[in-house]
């Protein structure tokens, strides 16, 4: 063997060691508590490792912490314990690419703990941002009522993981009024297709495009059918808004094009900039739609979510009752799994651009995504 690649593998090899090392980073601060019993917080410091090791269950961690923040009242105890929440995970890579977080809504049961989100591997895509992150939420916790670590994560643009764990009964309980609003939402948006029905019916004889002007998933997804299915993406939205274009496109049957000045107009042009773009576009291996279902699995039958259609996008995913979660995951995967080509990558980010900005996080929110990539 040269020495060029002893030298090589030996770099290589102090790399990997030195990230098997971050398992030691909160353990002085723990073990130099004097708070709770004699011994008790060295007994704690000496658990760290082992829930930081790649093998360790993720949810792990955040019960240890809860205990060391059970210690005392100190900001010396709070520090540490904050301390082993945003520790980064080993993981070894090269069986894995990605990290592990756990996805159990009920830990840490800290409140002081809760909405600071971990340190990850700089070698993991995204790493950056997700690290940033970590070091803002020890100093301001993100909002993280009724959701894991790693939705916590998600709803802050990071998804470059897998899920472990499952959230637990209350933790869902406590998201049952999110969903209640979302299919509240949902019933607004029937009540709005039945109107936009009617108008559509009315400009049939003229032009479906300026059915679609009302419609933003209707462009994408083409055809005067799809323009209903996605009038009621505007739940977002004032209904008296909707309500109103819908007459103005009633007085309009003269001029097809006279519809383009409504502020949907842009959503619009959009969708058909990406269903012309879908030709250049190639998703690789992956579909990457989304769907909204209720009475998953683990949540109650009333309860409506959104998750990737495609097995490969939804590997070690969680299901979500927020829908940007889900369009995170998917814009990732292109990336990580799925080995799409950049014009698909650009599609699925200005999509996802649009949903965030819609504000709308009802069931539509999967049609008009979909139709957003042309499907």
């Given at each position: 063997?040269?020495?060029?690649?002893?030298?090589?593998?030996?770099?290589?090899?102090?790399?990997?060691?030195?990230?098997?090392?971050?398992?030691?980073?909160?353990?002085?601060?723990?073990?130099s508590?004097?708070?709770g019993?004699?011994?008790?917080?060295?007994?704690?410091?000496?658990?760290?490792?082992?829930?930081?090791?790649?093998?360790?269950?993720?949810?792990?961690?955040?019960?240890?912490?809860?205990k060391?923040?059970?210690?005392?009242?100190?900001?010396?105890?709070?520090?540490?314990a904050?301390?082993?929440?945003a520790?980064e995970?080993?993981?070894?890579?090269?069986?894995?690419?990605?990290?592990?977080?756990?996805?159990?809504?009920?830990?840490?049961?800290?409140?002081?703990?809760?909405g600071?989100?971990?340190?990850?591997?700089?070698?993991?895509?995204?790493?950056?941002?997700?690290?940033?992150?970590?070091?803002?939420?020890?100093?301001?916790?993100?909002?993280?009522?009724?959701?894991?670590?790693?939705?916590?994560?998600?709803?802050?643009?990071?998804?470059?993981?897998?899920?472990?764990?499952?959230?637990?009964?209350?933790?869902?309980?406590?998201?049952n009024?999110?969903?209640g609003?979302?299919?509240?939402?949902a019933?607004?948006?029937?009540?709005?297709?039945?109107?936009n029905?009617?108008?559509?019916?009315?400009?049939?004889?003229?032009?479906?495009?300026?059915?679609?002007?009302?419609?933003?998933?209707?462009?994408?997804?083409?055809?005067?059918?799809?323009?209903?299915?996605?009038?009621?993406?505007?739940t977002?939205?004032?209904?008296?808004g909707?309500?109103?274009?819908?007459?103005n496109?009633?007085?309009?049957?003269g001029?097809?094009?006279?519809?383009?000045?409504?502020?949907n107009?842009?959503?619009?042009?959009?969708?058909?900039?990406?269903?012309?773009?879908?030709?250049?576009?190639?998703?690789?291996?992956?579909?990457?739609t989304?769907?909204?279902?209720?009475?998953?699995a683990?949540?109650?039958?009333?309860e409506?979510?959104?998750?990737?259609?495609?097995?490969?996008?939804?590997?070690?995913?969680?299901?979500?009752?927020?829908?940007n979660?889900?369009?995170?995951?998917v814009?990732?995967q292109?990336?990580?799994?799925?080995?799409?080509?950049?014009?698909?990558?650009?599609?699925c980010?200005?999509?996802?651009?649009?949903?965030?900005?819609?504000?709308?996080?009802?069931?539509?929110?999967?049609t008009?995504f979909?139709?957003?990539?042309?499907?």
């Open positions: 063997m040269s020495y060029s690649k002893i030298l090589l593998i030996s770099a290589v090899l102090a790399t990997v060691e030195a990230r098997f090392g971050q398992e030691q980073v909160p353990v002085q601060a723990v073990s508590l004097q708070a019993n004699p011994g008790e917080a060295a007994t704690l410091a000496g658990g760290i490792p082992g829930v930081l090791l790649a093998a360790a269950d993720p949810c792990d961690k955040l019960t240890l912490a809860d060391i923040a059970a210690l005392g009242t100190g900001a010396d105890v709070l520090d540490a904050k301390g082993v929440v520790a995970q080993n993981f070894n890579p090269f069986v894995v690419s990605v990290p592990a977080i756990c996805g159990d809504a009920s830990l840490p049961a800290t409140e002081a703990l809760r600071i989100v971990p340190l990850v591997d700089p070698a993991v895509t995204g790493s950056d941002a997700e690290n940033a992150n970590s070091a803002t939420s020890l100093q301001n916790p993100f909002d993280a009522t009724g959701l894991s670590v790693a939705e916590v994560m998600q709803a802050q643009g990071f998804s470059n993981f897998t899920i472990k764990g499952q959230a637990a009964g209350g933790a869902a309980a406590g998201g009024a999110n969903a609003n979302n299919n509240g939402n019933n607004t948006g029937n009540a709005n297709n039945n109107q029905t009617g108008n559509n019916d009315n400009n049939n004889a003229d032009n479906a495009n300026a059915n679609t002007g009302n419609a933003n998933a209707g462009s994408s997804c083409g055809g005067a059918a799809s323009g209903n299915a996605g009038a009621s993406n505007n977002g939205n004032a209904n008296t909707n309500a109103n274009n819908n007459n496109q009633n007085q309009n049957n001029n097809n094009n006279a519809n383009n000045g409504n502020a107009t842009g959503n619009a042009g959009n969708a058909n900039n990406g269903g012309a773009a879908t030709g250049a576009a190639d998703f690789g291996k992956c579909t990457p989304i769907d909204f279902q209720t009475g998953r683990g949540r109650k039958a009333d409506g979510t959104f998750l990737p259609t495609d097995a490969l996008v939804a590997q070690g995913q969680q299901d979500a009752l927020n829908p979660i889900i369009i995170n995951r814009c990732d292109l990336t990580n799994v799925c080995e799409a080509n950049d014009a698909a990558k650009t599609q980010l200005d999509a996802k651009a649009q949903i965030l900005a819609s504000g709308d996080k009802s069931a539509d929110v999967a008009t979909n139709g957003l990539l042309g499907f």
